[in-house]
């Protein structure tokens, strides 16, 4: 028994592989690798880099990339920690104090910068109140900039002197926008900014002082894991670690749901690829069988004929590889040159990551997809030289399944995929494939009777079907599977973008009106109606801290860093309302409909993800500290709360007529269009105790990324389209061979040429019906199965889907006229002579 070396065996793959390029199973495995790298590198830079642009712009709104806060200053460890890394360091100190000056005093929330602040967006001031911003620039020391509801509090303007603490101030400018403040929207107190260096000099901050030390870092995103990995150990309890999607619920809500879909869709246009390598591999080993007992018979090892077309299946793969990585990156960008007037000024390049995880992914999808079909060339026989109906055992069934499923677990883990959305998504398909395969099988079978009497074309197209039954559905089912995931990613493209852009209608809020004194409630709600605003309920606040869980003090029972460790760390707006307010369900308990009672604890309603992560339930007592004085509520509901509404929103609501005899004041959102500037402005003026926070800014950013996600999600379609095709066309090439030979032989036996297409079009048109038909019910589960447990939206039958048996049959019907025509080409003598 010949052994070849290494090298003479590479050569001679190498040999095979260039003599086999035009093979038409070569080239349908070529394409389908290249599209499957293609789409996996175009979606994998797409989405990293305009998930770093969403990320950049994102974090402007966190004024850093990341932030360490917490009530007492970061250890010398935690800032060397940083530093060291080349990361780019600010100091942000925040406390409430009181404000002096001649005329008076006001307690104010003060904030004291360094130079470098902010790390991402700018600061923005005026020169006088109410004038025209400027952005840049920051208090220098001696100096603060104030929110002009301050001077208007004090009588005071610019250039007149406050003291904070035992440190006098000049106000130089009025302050107009933070960009890290867009995340904490009640802050009831006039705004103070002033450098860091004259913190000390106020001599305000002492042991036991409220104070919020914020370490604003900025840098790499591998440098910035790196320093979170290095401090999240060792934080403190009072310690955190803030990054864009925990620093403002809206713009993580919006990246998570990004993220999610384009990992979803990556992970169909690499499963339809993975598909069409399954089909052409089968095919291509089959073609195989006879080369390979030859090369048996001249010496070849079984080992050797198999490591022979592993060689030739991994060179390949490896050009298809290269090539797709190489179109992937062209492709995505000339997507970011077309879409540049769109997308943000500063996108990341995204570095060489993408394009190996595509690479990757390809070459994983042929190993798992194309290796157990190539198994069998190593077990052909020497004998089947002189008997070609020798077959080679099979590979067995949990080697040809385990090595699939393997190469997905391997994908799916690459896209770090919801495990949720994923089963959701695949077990659908599972189920509905076994449901339609057998009912598509039973349809096979009464098709019989309709045999008897049909005209010769419907009987030849039909014949073909009712042959193999077994392949039939097995090619309805791979062509309803090209269907099934172009209309589910164009369905999920235009209902859950539509939904997500429904959370923000053109008429949602973009101002924020807080400290409304009760006395002004009245007066200002009218002067909303007079400048045409579009409000929201005046709903009362009192700042009160829970302190204890039926009767156990709350720190007990949370753990470090849950969302509810962090809400007993600090005041919670409390709220009381007669009515649900918009935006919240009921997950648990019943509303309130009648007078408190009066023989118990009033009743209160905890937001749902508040009370999970502190273990509550209904009918627990809650224990509030509320300016020194102690109130207990029972939970009587619990709600699930649309966050991303940008109306006001509450973690505890308590039942009308509890909370009285506490100081409370009042806070609202409200829509006014643009052009009405000075409205605003003479609202302020009129109610200079209010603060009016406009949110223009973070609801054109939000908008901004829904409009990059549906970009994304429509340029993934086409990447899913030419995936379809490849398993479209795969899977004509399975059954080329065979068709060659009966349309050989039918014209031998005095079949015209007209008689067999149209025989093709009847058989492929039906195909293509049926697909559709199993592609629309297997589109219907799957959405519900989305819809219900992954996405938790509405669902409802979609009429539309009717269409596919219609577009299913004109596509399959064309395409496999197109991809068959060498059956109909071929002469039947060349034909007759191979056989």
Known sequence: ??????????????????????????????????????????????????????????????????????????????????????????????????????AGIQLSSIKAI?????????????ATPYGSETPGGGPAAGEAWVEARLLAALGLTLGDSIDVGMKTLRM??????????????????????????????TGVIQPGSRVTYRDLWRGEPDTLVQYRQAVEKDLAANQRLLDTRDGNRQIGGALGRAERY???????????????????????????????????????????????????????????????????????LGLFALLQGLLPSTVPPGGIAPALAGIGTGLVALAGFALPPLAALGRVPPLRVLRRDLLPVPPSSWLVYGAALFALGLIMWRLSLDLLLTFALLGGGLIAALLLGGLLLLGLRSLRRLLVGSP?????????????????AGQALAFGLILLAMAL?????????????????????????????????????????????????????????LTHINDQPVQQLVSKESTGDRAVQRDLSLTWAAELPQGNALSEGDWWQTPPAT?????????AELAASLKLKLGDLLTFDIGGEHRQARVSSLRTVHWDSFQPNFYMIFQPGTLQGLPATYLTSFYLASGHDTDVVALSRAFPAVTILQVDALLGQLRSILAQVTLAVEYVLLFVLAAGLAVLFAGLQATLDERIRQGALLRALGAGRALLVKARRIEFGLLGAASGLLAALGCELITWALYRFAFDLHWAPHPWLLVLPVLGAVLVGGAGVFGTRRALNATPLSVLRET
């Open 599 to 607: 023989d118990g604890p009033p009743a209160v309603s905890v937001e």
């Open 489 to 545: 990613v164009a369905l999920l493209r235009a209902e859950l973008l539509d939904n997500w852009q429904a959370q923000l209608p053109k008429d949602a809020p973009n101002h924020f009106a807080l400290n409304i004194l009760p006395d002004e409630r009245e007066p200002f709600a009218q002067r909303l109606r007079e400048v045409n605003a579009t409000s929201a309920p005046l709903y009362p606040v009192i700042p009160g801290r």
């Open 1 to 102: 028994m010949t052994r070849l070396p290494f090298m003479r065996l590479c050569a001679l793959a190498l040999r095979q592989l260039l003599r086999d390029a035009r093979a038409s199973e070569v080239r349908v495995l070529f394409f389908a690798l290249l599209v499957a790298v293609a789409a996996s590198t175009a979606i994998g830079y797409f989405g990293a880099r305009l998930n770093g642009a969403m990320q950049l712009r994102a974090s402007e709104f966190l004024a850093a990339d990341l932030v360490l806060q917490g009530s007492s200053a970061a250890q010398p460890a935690q800032i060397d920690a940083g530093t060291s890394r080349g990361l780019t360091h600010a100091r942000v100190v925040e406390f409430t104090s009181v404000v002096a000056a001649d």
């Open 456 to 472: 010769l074309p419907w009987r030849l197209g039909l014949g073909q079907l009712l042959r193999h039954p077994l392949a039939a």
């Open 114 to 126: 360094d130079p470098a602040y902010p790390l991402r967006g700018q600061l923005r001031s005026a």
């Open 262 to 332: 384009l990992n979803m869709a990556s992970l169909v246009a690499v499963l339809l690829a993975g598909v069409a390598v399954a089909l052409s591999a089968s095919r291509y080993a089959a073609r195989r069988l006879d080369a390979s007992a030859l090369l048996r018979c001249l010496g070849l090892s079984r080992h050797q004929a198999l490591g022979l077309y592993s060689l030739q299946l991994a060179m390949l793969g490896l050009v298809a590889a290269l090539a797709g990585a190489l179109l992937g990156w062209l492709a995505q």
């Open 172 to 201: 130089t400018r009025v302050l107009t926008y933070e960009p890290d403040r867009a995340g904490n929207f009640y802050s009831l107190t006039p705004r103070v900014l002033m450098n860091i260096a004259d913190l000390d000099a």
